[in-house]
């Protein structure tokens, strides 16, 4: 039962340097997320696709893009990493326009120098 | 806007010693409550949905509680396996699917 798969699990970054996040789910959810967590300020959003081929803004977007490349997988792509971006990142999937909880991946843990 | 308080932010207990977190949330209408588990290094896992005042639901030594401003996790007589950090997350009515989320109660359970 793999669920949501997140890659890689660990990584280090000099700033400016840019990356990808992968994820991807097993249990045909149409909608997925990417989050962010740092001590004291719990989980924040950083982009969300409700459906394939869309994709929306959360609550911290700047300095991140997102690509949904089919109904399983949904990337994140940092351009030009900075300081201020090193956190953990988490992949979550969910039903589409439903009262479903989400299901979440180990993370990302990202350290930008 | 909607908003979700979890409290106390830490817990220390002793093994057998029940107590209780608290999350309250102020929200227009309330589609779900949703309880996670996190351990460190790990991704939030889920617990328990609550749809509507009054509802229960249990599992081993958790049970949570909804009322229409807040929802209790309770923890009866816990063992050093139940230290994590708890969260709760408010999926309001109207607008988008997207639930709020409170910052957790980190819970150590000591031996």
């Known amino acids: 039962n793999a669920g949501v798969t997140q890659t890689p699990k660990f990584q280090v970054l000099k700033t400016g340097q840019s990356m990808t996040l992968q994820c991807a789910q097993d249990m045909n959810h149409n909608s997925m997320y990417w989050y962010r967590q740092d001590p004291g300020m719990g989980l924040r959003l950083i982009y969300y696709s409700a459906s394939e081929g869309t994709t929306d803004k959360g609550e911290v977007p700047n300095g991140y893009n997102v690509s949904r490349l089919n109904k399983r997988e949904f990337s994140l792509r940092l351009e030009s990493a900075a300081p201020s971006q090193t956190s953990v990142y988490f992949c979550?999937?969910?039903?589409?326009?439903?009262?479903?909880?989400?299901?979440f991946g180990d993370g990302t843990r990202l350290s930008i120098l | 806007e909607d908003q979700v308080t979890q409290s106390p932010e830490a817990l220390r207990l002793q093994e057998g010693e029940s107590s209780s977190l608290n999350c309250s949330y102020t929200v227009s209408g309330l589609r779900g409550l949703f309880w996670y588990r996190q351990d460190p290094g790990k991704g939030p896992e889920f617990l328990f949905t609550?749809?509507?005042a009054g509802e229960e639901k249990e599992k081993e030594r958790l049970k949570a509680t909804l009322t229409k401003k807040e929802s209790f996790l309770h923890i009866t007589a816990p063992k050093p396996e139940d230290s994590a950090t708890y969260l709760c997350a408010v999926l309001a009515s109207g607008g988008s699917y997207i639930p709020t989320f409170g910052r957790g109660t980190s819970l150590i359970v000591h031996p």
């Open positions: 609550l749809y509507s």
């Open positions: 979550a999937s969910s039903p589409t326009d439903s009262n479903q909880p989400q299901h």
